[in-house]
Nanobody
Framework: QVQLVESGGGLVQAGGSLRLSCAVS????????MGWYRQAPGKERELVAD???????TYADSVKGRFTISRDNAKDTVYLQMNSLKPEDTAVYYC???????????WGKGTLVTVSS
């Protein structure tokens, strides 16, 4: 019954910004981390950013300094602020939740981000 609802994807010109949101609902015993992955055409899915319950953040080298991950006080929504977007950021972005001390993983359906030159 766990649901991850993503929003914020779309088409943007290079240098622009987007903010992705992921609202999590349902029965989860314990959320250990929330984050974002992406998959570009012809490439494997990769971690973009995540944030743990203790507040530790991780970013892919390719997005450091441009993207910022955050979550609300209730820890039911995670955001990804994407600035200075580049065409190589074009991908389907997936929200991810790691729960129950690594036992369970949940995924959103993905939202497409397209960055034009």
């Amino acid at each position: 019954q766990v649901q991850l609802v993503e929003s914020g994807g779309g088409l943007v010109q290079a240098g622009g910004s987007l903010r992705l949101s992921c609202a999590v609902s349902g029965s989860i015993f314990s959320i250990n981390a929330m984050g974002w992955y992406r998959q570009a055409p012809g490439k494997e899915r990769e971690l973009v950013a995540d944030i743990t319950s203790s507040g530790s953040n991780t970013y892919a080298d390719s997005v450091k300094g441009r993207f910022t991950i955050s979550r609300d006080n209730a820890k039911d929504t995670v955001y990804l602020q994407m600035n200075s977007l580049k065409p190589e950021d074009t991908a389907v972005y997936y929200c991810n939740v790691r729960a129950d001390y690594g036992i369970n993983y949940y995924w959103g359906k993905g939202t497409l981000v397209t960055v034009s030159s």
